[in-house]
């Protein structure tokens, strides 16, 4: 079979029907593309999945009730890690960008967002693997499919305080939570951020998040 006529399965799950049935009527109309399954709810997209239902493609709501993006990405990833998840919500927070990218999600779509644009995500997921809007997302994503490696380069560059910040950047805590976990007063925590920014080459968290991924900080 010719590869052009295989239609990407695609999965909508999104508690706000009028927007569902209108993002399933023009994707639906997108060559080489078929909406599978429409759910109300992450549970109801678990079900059709369990059920045989299997897509290449899910476009998540991030705040749906009974089991939401997060929750759903997560599923996705223990049980059909081959299958594509974009979050049409965006992230509000670094934090949540982090644990939804942890969660495998492969990009982040605006409900606002031009037809051409939604084509280009549901194409760039489909054959690159993730979707990205800018170099910074990119890079991101990038990171989680890539191996760890030169960690012991790192482990020379960085010393015992500078791994023990890194691996607390990783969790959940504020930088406050942090200082006292560390027993250093915030502004040396400051400090200590703003040094690694320019050790590593990163301009946020996020980035301090994704370099101690790709270098395997957590097993140091």
């Given amino acids: 079979m010719n590869i052009e006529t295989i239609k990407t399965k695609i999965a909508l799950a999104d508690d706000h029907i009028l927007l569902r049935n209108a993002l399933?009527?023009?994707?639906?109309?997108?060559?080489?593309?078929?909406?599978?399954?429409?759910?109300?709810n992450g549970q109801e997209l678990v079900n059709l999945i369990r059920e045989g239902n299997v897509p290449d493609i899910v476009l998540l709501d991030l705040n749906m009730p009974v089991l939401d993006g997060y929750e759903t990405a997560q599923w996705l990833q223990e049980n059909h890690p081959g299958v594509h998840v974009l979050m049409l919500s965006m992230y509000d927070t670094e934090l949540t960008m982090i644990r939804l990218l942890q969660a495998g999600v492969k990009g982040f779509l605006k409900k606002d967002i031009?037809?051409?644009?939604?084509?280009?995500?549901?194409?760039?997921?489909?054959?690159?693997?993730?979707?990205?809007?800018?170099?910074?997302?990119?890079?991101?994503?990038?990171l989680f499919r890539k191996s760890h490696e030169n960690s012991s380069l790192l482990r020379t560059m960085l010393n015992e305080m500078e791994i023990r910040f890194l691996r607390l950047a990783c969790t959940e805590m504020t930088y406050k939570e942090i200082a006292a976990e560390m027993h250093l007063n915030p502004r040396a925590i400051d400090n200590l951020r703003d040094n690694l920014f320019g050790k590593l080459d990163v301009k946020s968290r996020v980035g301090l998040v994704m370099y101690s991924i790709k270098h395997g900080v957590q097993t140091f």
């Fill in 24 to 40: 399933a009527a023009l994707i639906g109309n997108f060559e080489n593309c078929k909406i599978i399954i429409e759910a109300s």
């Fill in 114 to 142: 031009h037809p051409t644009e939604l084509k280009f995500a549901i194409s760039s997921v489909r054959e690159n693997g993730y979707y990205y809007t800018n170099n910074t997302t990119g890079k991101l994503v990038n």
